[in-house]
């Protein structure tokens, strides 16, 4: 047997199919262009000079002293340095015509639209820096925001930024159980929420989610933090928590828009942003200042070749990493006009993202695989409707898109004019590593191209050696990049375990990839027990434990299956307590219960009851086989299975 195939890790060898079709920019693109191929030479010549070069395009209160401290695993970027990210998205951008620029032009999913230019936005988030303050909040206190995609959000980012307190984004769509874990770790000082949230014209009581994860320990949380959505009706009822509770819209208003941004080293946290890995214990990952400001101001401009007047779109939620570091911290270091999106791309109707697009002259759009499919399944009547030559460049992130997903996004959105970016990173690299750079490298359907100038990263075998082309390995980076995690939120030794302990000093991404003989890279997708749901992150054991908390469940397996629209759907194997419970009951029962549990996008595709679950000789559950069955698929090899009949009585809801 093949070493790869064994453990958890199952890699299937390459097919070349379509890997061979390649496209370049059109001679339009390619002459407008910012950079030109020697970015790569440049970066490759001398990698830690290049890094220096671009992190002086950022505001240093002080410059630092030595670019690079690599003790594996343990790193310190651009030592010695002093700056603040609020400062460089915000304060430098207030000379000249930047300050009357638009910073957010926020579209309401109603159609209602608010624009702050750079100088107001900095106005609001001294204001909130200053309320901040004015409630104890100091430097490396922690702030869990909870709350929707509104402009008060990356105001209260930004705020945090700005007085050096480290914040934490829960995603909106999390369950109270999930926030309330979250705040724990974290120790936070303080919460931010928002009264209400709005989805598909309904009304998200986010505030009451808070409630019931706060009644449910926190003891760290000192005060709460409200934005209401309709400040000039409803005051914070009379039902609120009256000392722990603080009206953000009353309490603004007191404050001043003078607020100095705090001096930080390089290396002090910014933000700690949970992620889910192997376990059933979400890690903070967490991020510092000086490199990630470095690393996403970089790529924001370099991958989609930024110009003064894009009109620039990221579809993700500002709580997830791509919120963070390409709708926040990216963009405004580099002074873009970002669009802020809350709502669903099928509410009002199926054409929102065109109208919008068109509506506000969208020149960039980041969106991802899971939601382009759903727009070729929408069909084409939707676009048509719509002016989309504003459009200059595609990008995407996420998961994997199939090339026929990429052919169509580039065909019908980009109208064949505008090169796409299949950027591969994730949470914990928190900027892009693989992508094209925007119509400077040639193009694959499928393939997320390369490294970035500046980052190396190789495919490995199990060993450590570094694979043939067209031969399936382990996306691994080589060199340290300035974005990257540097550490797990109290927990450093499951940081190197994670990551750093499958080969010394190389970093392991948990993802399977190959490169083919041009150099270009396919992923794979995950190797461990990750699952990816329209690119949202689970891990199977954190689906399990809370099944598991479940009164009718004995026992629990989570696995992910082939879907064609969201990527991978969850799909549950459970054994009852009591075998004659009313298996109907139970099953419509336990998709709630993870809703309530983790978050409505944790609801199962499929429930299957059954007597047993195929376990090794040792007891633990052969997730491989459910694979198997959940796909459909001819069972692999049960050998090292206790009971294999288990398999053939699957009862499924
Ligand atoms: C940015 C983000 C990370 C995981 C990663 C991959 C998968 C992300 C791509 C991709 C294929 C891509 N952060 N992934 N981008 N797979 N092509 N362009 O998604 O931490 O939430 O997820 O997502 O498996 O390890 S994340």
């Known amino acids: 047997m093949n070493k790869e195939k064994q453990g958890v890790l199952s890699l299937t060898e390459s097919d070349s199919k379509g890997e061979s079709r390649t496209l370049t920019a059109s001679p339009a693109f390619i002459a407008d262009r910012a950079l030109d191929d020697s970015v790569y030479a440049r970066a490759t010549r001398d990698r830690l000079g290049y890094w220096e070069e671009q992190a002086a395009q950022l505001h240093w209160f ?72 004015s409630l104890g909040v100091t430097k490396g206190d922690r702030v869990v925001i909870f709350m929707p995609m509104i402009v008060e959000t990356v105001i209260s980012m930004l705020a945090c930024a700005r007085i050096g307190a480290v914040h934490c984004v829960v995603f909106g769509g999390f369950s109270a159980e999930a926030l309330r874990e979250r705040i724990e770790d974290v120790e936070a000082k303080l919460v931010m929420t928002t009264d209400d949230g709005q989805r598909r014209g309904k009304i998200i009581n986010m505030k009451g989610i808070a409630e019931e994860a706060l009644s449910a320990g926190c003891e760290s949380v000192e005060r709460v933090i409200v934005v209401r959505r309709q400040p000039d009706k409803e005051p914070l009822g009379e039902t609120s928590n009256q000392g722990r509770d603080v009206d953000y819209h009353e309490a603004m208003k007191e404050m001043s828009t003078n607020c100095p941004a705090e001096v930080m080293d390089a290396e002090d946290m910014l933000f700690v942003l949970y992620t889910s890995g192997t376990t059933g214990k979400p890690k903070g990952v967490v991020h510092t200042t000086g490199g990630y400001m470095t690393g996403v101001a970089t790529t924001h401009k370099g991958v ?267 799909v549950i194997f459970v054994t009852l307590r009591d075998k004659n419970a009313p298996k109907d009951e139970v099953i419509s029962d336990l998709r709630q219960f993870l809703v309530g549990r983790i978050g409505a996008f944790a609801r199962p595709d499929e429930v299957y009851v059954t007597n047993d679950l195929p376990k090794t000789r040792s007891g633990k559950i052969i997730r491989r086989l459910l694979k198997d069955i959940a796909e459909g698929r001819a069972m692999g090899d049960t050998t090292t299975m206790e009971s294999s009949h288990v398999l053939k009585e699957l009862y499924k809801g």
Request: proline share 5%.
């Open 304 to 570: 989609f070749d930024l110009k003064e007047n894009d009109i620039y779109w990221c579809t993700a939620d500002v709580g997830w990493i791509t919120g963070h570091s390409y709708i926040v911290y990216g963009p405004l270091a580099n002074g873009a006009t970002v669009l802020l999106y809350e709502g669903a791309p099928d509410y009002p109707a199926k054409d929102r993202y065109w109208e919008i697009i068109a509506k506000h002259k969208v020149s960039i759009l980041y969106t991802a695989p899971t939601a382009i499919r759903t727009f070729k399944k929408w069909g084409l009547s939707y676009l048509e409707k719509h002016d989309l030559s504003s459009l200059r460049v595609l990008g995407t992130v996420g998961e994997p898109i199939n090339p026929e997903v990429w052919l169509w996004y580039y065909k019908f959105v980009g109208g064949e004019r505008c090169p796409i970016c299949d950027t591969w990173w994730q949470t914990e690299t928190g900027m892009i590593m693989l992508s094209p750079l925007a119509g400077l490298s040639e193009m694959k359907p499928g393939s997320c191209s390369a490294p970035i100038p500046g980052v190396k990263v190789s495919v490995l075998s199990r060993s450590g050696e570094v694979m043939e082309w067209g031969h399936n390995g382990y996306l691994t980076v080589s060199e340290p990049w300035p974005a990257m995690m540097r550490t797990i939120y109290g927990n450093d030794n499951r940081y190197v375990k994670s990551y750093w302990s499958h080969w010394p000093g190389i970093y392991f991404t948990g993802d399977g990839a190959r490169r083919d003989k041009d150099g270009f890279f396919w992923i794979i997708g995950r190797v461990d027990d990750v699952i990816n749901v329209s690119g949202h992150r689970f891990s199977a054991m954190e689906v399990e434990n809370a099944l598991l908390e479940h009164p009718a469940v004995a026992e629990a397996a989570c696995v992910g299956k082939t879907h064609e629209v969201k990527g991978q759907a969850l």
């Open 62 to 133: 002080k410059k630092w002293d030595r670019v690079l401290d690599w003790n594996p695993p343990w790193v310190r970027w651009f030592d010695g340095g002093k700056l603040n990210a609020s400062y460089n998205c915000l304060d430098r951008h207030l000379e000249g015509e930047r300050s009357t620029k638009p910073a957010v032009i926020f579209e309401a999913e109603n159609g209602d639209s608010r624009t702050l230019t750079y100088e107001q936005l900095h106005g609001e988030v001294c204001k909130a820096a200053n309320l901040l303050k």
